[in-house]
């Protein structure tokens, strides 16, 4: 295909320009329309009663105290929800030899996890339902609970039936690696700690599910980013026809890839509301969130690197175990993120010597599943600080190792040794942009005085390769069906306004900005003039939505070719009025105008009204098409890989083990930008997500898998005074796949940051000698490296 070439100097030229959203001022007045915002009439509302062991069979349960209370609609136990709601299992086709235990809404004979929900309870109001809960006497016979991935791999089964805890494994082996390590002048071996950690949403999870009896036909306004995903979910479960549910997602406080896994309550107030035949809500609270939200990151990372003495790196072998709760999540499944860590692992460097295994483990804790980003920081920070380990041993400076093994930018496309296909990377002009950005040799100056002083400051860097825009074979193999096509439907309003319906969702990430600009750029049209229409199934086309960074090079190319189909038939039927050529004719700034010298001759919204009010005025047999349905779905390579560099500077108390963030820079190509603006609000937003891995967030669980953090008063979240100033460049590789050119960036920023932070503290402490390979990297850890504690 040809790349899209704009220009930001022709009239109504939108894409690359930095364009305010549309719906901020509405946001920020309080006037969001969330699902929380929601009342129905005769709409009920749902509390759970939650295990409290981490493991354990369920021998008895005693509603009838709570049922009788005043306000009480139902109470509902696994087996009631079981006789409506088949069960799902957790895996994906092309993960070969993967097993998860079957899942309903409540658990019938065994608690796996502290937090499961056990009983539902609906009732008047959230209050009655949360004191009936009280009421709610449940015998568990506790069992050992298998918290640590070491001791569910050679403990007995948590799911009985599957025989032992390993979910999944694989093996890649490209050749070469022993061969590697038995000639390399210096092997490096570390092994890493992720420590788990989750979403933290401005809005936790919610749904209103509103089941009609009359109609066999269910409501559900969720908190999503994926509706169409649930509407086959709720459709393919629950019995009810696929065209007689609906799923409405409206304003979304943030999801980070939270709200597209299947929730238990969620599926539990769709049966209550099945069963009940009215209007059930269910909005998890803070706490709630922490003991059932996904949670991500929990890896084990053993890793070696085979380098020669000139710095050249000739292989790499890894071993990873990732922990993921007690099943695999629904339809998207735990194993991604384990896959994608040891598939992304040294992916920017030219070497083809590589091993690795994978092991994804049940355990007694919260589901663990795809978060912003998936398995991006782990690889990245195991391959980054495997890379700067090597050059403080060789006493190379960190760019000039990155620069010896840097797969040059002229060499694509390539393939990489764990079977990935690379279309066009640019990892050494974003190394060299972000050495000039960091002013590295002035800082390089700047900390050797400061450590004459005691004050010790590190400076760390770190190269990522971000999948983004994933092809239909990635998610469409069993499980729930999962789209990687996206729709749009854009039609000329009778006032001469564009509407465009389209699949791809908002979350708060700019999504529907960026279609807007697209739309208006390739129509000619003013950006306000363009309504965008975004999350619901009825009323949009179906697609795969907002996941994956895929929103502006899917959906972004959908919109774009919606948009030109719909130009070049308003061109037609303009040059029928008016007695012309359509080729002679452009539409610039909401009018048809003559394409050589711009000159106006009828405004969009006389042709619309001749259209649709006159159009006896037109040649016989002309059929006015104002309104067009496209559907697009990538081509090409099976993935649009962005990639870019990432820098940090970093000033460490060895008495305290405090850390101050200083600086921190990104250099990043995401391919054709759409809207700058919101390509740094989404670079800055990930990078405060990865120093908070790096720094402050994880679920901490002690032996009987208590979690024993779950709220904002003990789980740390970065907040703005610990943040530093982040510096963003770009550059711009198009993707060829698509006319747009565009690819994603909203986990760019989330990539590489623990990542530089941990090569950040590391060169701090080098004269030391002491190394973190474990985050967060907490004061008590960085002392207890320093031999301080």
């Given at each position: 295909?040809?790349?899209?070439?704009?220009?930001?100097?022709?009239?109504n030229?939108?894409?690359?320009?930095?364009?305010?959203?549309?719906?901020?001022?509405?946001?920020?007045?309080?006037?969001?329309?969330?699902?929380?915002?929601?009342?129905?009439?005769?709409?009920?509302?749902?509390?759970?009663?939650?295990s409290?062991?981490?493991?354990g069979?369920?021998?008895?349960?005693?509603?009838?105290?709570?049922?009788?209370l005043?306000g009480?609609?139902?109470v509902?136990?696994?087996k009631?929800?079981?006789?409506?709601?088949?069960?799902w299992?957790?895996?994906?086709d092309?993960?070969?030899?993967?097993?998860?235990?079957?899942?309903?809404?409540?658990?019938?004979?065994?608690?796996?996890?502290?937090?499961?929900?056990?009983?539902?309870?609906?009732?008047?109001s959230?209050?009655i339902?949360?004191?009936?809960?009280?009421?709610?006497?449940i015998?568990?016979?506790?069992?050992?609970?298998?918290?640590?991935?070491?001791?569910?791999?050679?403990?007995g089964?948590?799911?009985?039936?599957l025989?032992?805890?390993?979910?999944?494994?694989?093996?890649?082996?490209?050749?070469?690696v022993?061969?590697?390590?038995?000639?390399?002048?210096?092997?490096?071996?570390?092994?890493?700690?992720?420590?788990?950690?989750?979403?933290?949403?401005?809005?936790?999870?919610?749904?209103?599910?509103?089941?009609?009896?009359?109609?066999?036909?269910?409501?559900?306004?969720?908190?999503t980013?994926t509706?169409?995903?649930?509407?086959d979910?709720?459709?393919?479960?629950?019995?009810?026809?696929?065209?007689?549910?609906?799923?409405?997602?409206?304003?979304?406080?943030?999801?980070?890839?939270?709200?597209?896994?299947?929730?238990?309550?969620?599926?539990?107030?769709?049966?209550?509301s099945?069963?009940l035949?009215?209007?059930?809500?269910?909005?998890?609270?803070?706490?709630?969130?922490?003991?059932?939200?996904i949670?991500?990151?929990?890896?084990r990372?053993?890793?070696?690197?085979?380098?020669?003495?000139?710095?050249?790196?000739?292989?790499?072998?890894?071993?990873?175990?990732?922990?993921?709760?007690?099943?695999?999540?629904?339809?998207?499944?735990?194993a991604?993120?384990?896959?994608?860590?040891?598939?992304?692992?040294?992916?920017?460097?030219?070497?083809?010597?590589y091993?690795?295994?994978?092991?994804?483990?049940?355990?007694?804790?919260?589901?663990?599943?795809q978060y912003?980003?998936?398995?991006?920081?782990?690889?990245?920070?195991?391959?980054?600080?495997?890379?700067?380990?090597?050059?403080?041993?060789?006493?190379?400076?960190?760019f000039?190792?990155?620069?010896?093994?840097?797969?040059?930018?002229?060499?694509?496309?390539?393939k990489s040794?764990?079977?990935?296909?690379?279309?066009?990377?640019?990892?050494?002009?974003?190394l060299?942009?972000l050495?000039?950005l960091m002013?590295?040799?002035?800082?390089?100056?700047?900390?050797?005085?400061?450590?004459?002083?005691?004050?010790?400051?590190?400076?760390?860097?770190?190269?990522?390769?971000?999948?983004?825009?994933?092809?239909p074979?990635?998610?469409?193999?069993?499980?729930?069906?999962?789209?990687?096509?996206?729709?749009?439907?854009?039609?000329?309003?009778?006032?001469?306004e564009?509407?465009?319906?389209?699949?791809?969702?908002?979350?708060?990430?700019g999504?529907?900005?960026?279609?807007?600009?697209?739309?208006?750029d390739?129509?000619?049209?003013?950006?306000?003039k363009?309504?965008?229409?975004?999350?619901?199934?009825?009323?949009?086309?179906h697609?795969?939505?907002?996941?994956?960074?895929?929103?502006?090079?899917?959906?972004?190319?959908?919109?774009?070719?919606?948009?030109r189909?719909?130009?070049?038939?308003?061109?037609?039927?303009?040059?029928?009025i008016?007695?012309?050529?359509?080729?002679?004719?452009?539409?610039r700034?909401?009018?048809?105008?003559?394409?050589?010298?711009?000159?106006?001759?009828?405004?969009?919204?006389?042709?619309?009204?001749?259209?649709?009010?006159?159009?006896?005025?037109?040649?016989?047999?002309?059929?006015?098409?104002?309104?067009?349905?496209?559907?697009?779905?990538p081509?090409g390579?099976?993935?649009?890989?962005?990639?870019?560099?990432?820098?940090?500077?970093v000033?460490?108390?060895?008495?305290?083990?405090?850390v101050?963030?200083?600086?921190?820079?990104?250099?990043?190509?995401?391919?054709?930008?759409?809207?700058p603006?919101?390509?740094?609000?989404?670079?800055?937003?990930?990078?405060?997500?990865?120093?908070?891995?790096?720094f402050?967030?994880?679920?901490l669980?002690n032996?009987?898998?208590?979690?024993?953090?779950?709220?904002?008063?003990?789980?740390?979240?970065?907040?703005?005074?610990?943040?530093?100033d982040?510096?963003?460049?770009?550059?711009?590789?198009?993707?060829?796949?698509?006319?747009?050119?565009?690819?994603?960036?909203?986990?760019?920023?989330?990539?590489?940051?623990?990542?530089?932070?941990?090569?950040?503290?590391?060169?701090?402490?080098a004269?030391?000698?002491?190394?973190?390979?474990?985050?967060?990297?907490t004061?008590?850890?960085?002392?207890?490296?320093?031999?301080?504690?």
């Open positions: 295909m040809n790349v899209f070439a704009g220009s930001l100097d022709r009239p030229s939108y894409i690359g320009r930095s364009v305010s959203r549309p719906n901020a001022k509405r946001l920020l007045e309080g006037k969001g329309r969330y699902v929380t915002d929601l009342v129905l009439p005769r709409m009920l509302y749902a509390a759970f009663v939650r409290p062991y981490a493991h069979r369920i021998l008895s349960i005693d509603t009838d105290e709570a049922a009788a005043a009480v609609r139902a509902f136990t696994g009631d929800l079981a006789a409506i709601c088949t069960p299992i957790g895996t994906l092309h993960f070969k030899n993967m097993k998860s235990p079957p899942q309903m809404p409540l658990p019938t004979e065994k608690v796996t996890w502290s937090g499961q929900p056990v009983v539902l309870i609906v009732a008047d959230r209050a339902a949360e004191d009936a809960a009280e009421l709610v006497m015998d568990i016979e506790e069992m050992p609970a298998l918290a640590d991935p070491a001791e569910a791999m050679s403990g089964a948590i799911s009985e039936e025989g032992d805890n390993l979910c999944f494994s694989m093996k890649l082996d490209a050749g070469g022993d061969e590697a390590l038995e000639a390399a002048d210096l092997t490096v071996e570390q092994s890493f700690i992720f420590g788990r950690h989750t979403a933290v949403t401005l809005e936790p999870r919610a749904i209103v599910a509103d089941y009609d009896p009359s109609e066999n036909r269910l409501t559900a306004h969720h908190a980013q509706p169409y995903q649930f509407q979910v709720y459709s393919r479960h629950f019995g009810i026809p696929e065209a007689n549910v609906r799923v409405i997602a409206p304003d979304i406080g943030g999801s980070f890839g939270m709200k597209l896994h299947v929730y238990h309550e969620e599926m539990a107030a769709v049966g209550a099945i069963l035949g009215r209007p059930v809500k269910y909005v998890a609270d803070r706490m709630e969130s922490f003991v059932s939200d949670h991500a990151r929990d890896h990372v053993t890793a070696r690197l085979a380098v020669g003495k000139d710095g050249r790196i000739t292989g790499m072998e890894v071993d990873d175990v990732t922990a993921i709760g007690p099943f695999s999540s629904y339809p998207r499944t735990s991604v993120e384990g896959n994608q860590v040891v598939r992304l692992m040294g992916a920017p460097y030219d070497f083809s010597a091993r690795a295994k994978l092991s994804v483990v049940f355990q007694n804790k919260v589901q663990a599943s912003r980003a998936v398995g991006h920081p782990i690889a990245c920070a195991v391959t980054e600080c495997m890379v700067d380990k090597a050059a403080r041993e060789l006493a190379l400076d960190p000039d190792i990155r620069v010896r093994n840097l797969i040059p930018d002229d060499s694509y496309p390539r040794p764990t079977g990935y296909q690379f279309e066009k990377l640019s990892h050494e002009i974003c060299s942009r050495r000039s002013n590295y040799e002035s800082l390089r100056a700047e900390q050797a005085k400061l450590r004459e002083k005691r004050i010790l400051r590190g400076i760390g860097i770190a190269l990522f390769v971000e999948i983004t825009n994933p092809s074979a990635f998610y469409g193999v069993g499980g729930a069906r999962i789209s990687a096509q996206d729709g749009a439907v854009v039609k000329l309003t009778p006032s001469g564009v509407h465009c319906a389209i699949s791809v969702t908002e979350q708060g990430q999504t529907e900005t960026i279609i807007g600009q697209i739309v208006a390739q129509l000619g049209v003013d950006r306000a363009v309504r965008l229409m975004t999350g619901d199934t009825d009323m949009t086309p697609g795969g939505a907002t996941w994956a960074c895929r929103g502006a090079g899917i959906g972004g190319e959908t919109a774009l070719q919606a948009a189909r719909l130009k070049a038939n308003l061109l037609s039927i303009a040059g029928l008016l007695q012309a050529q359509p080729g002679e004719l452009d539409i700034e909401d009018w048809i105008v003559e394409a050589a010298t711009g000159q106006q001759r009828i405004s969009l919204a006389e042709v619309a009204r001749i259209a649709f009010f006159r159009s006896d005025t037109l040649p016989p047999g002309t059929q006015a098409q104002l309104s067009v349905a496209h559907h697009y779905a081509q390579y099976p993935f649009a890989f962005t990639n870019g560099a990432q820098g940090s500077l000033e460490v108390d060895v008495e305290t083990g405090f101050k963030i200083l600086r921190h820079w990104v250099v990043e190509d995401c391919g054709r930008i759409i809207n603006l919101l390509v740094d609000e989404q670079i800055r937003g990930g990078v405060v997500q990865g120093l908070g891995a790096a402050f967030e994880e679920c669980y032996a009987e898998g208590q979690l024993t953090n779950g709220s904002l008063a003990d789980y740390l979240v970065p907040m703005a005074c610990e943040m530093p982040i510096e963003i460049s770009h550059v711009e590789t198009p993707t060829r796949d698509t006319e747009l050119g565009a690819k994603g960036v909203g986990e760019a920023g989330t990539a590489a940051a623990s990542a530089a932070a941990m090569n950040a503290v590391n060169d701090a402490l004269r030391h000698g002491a190394v973190l390979s474990q985050i967060p990297m004061p008590a850890r960085i002392l207890k490296a320093l031999g301080k504690i």
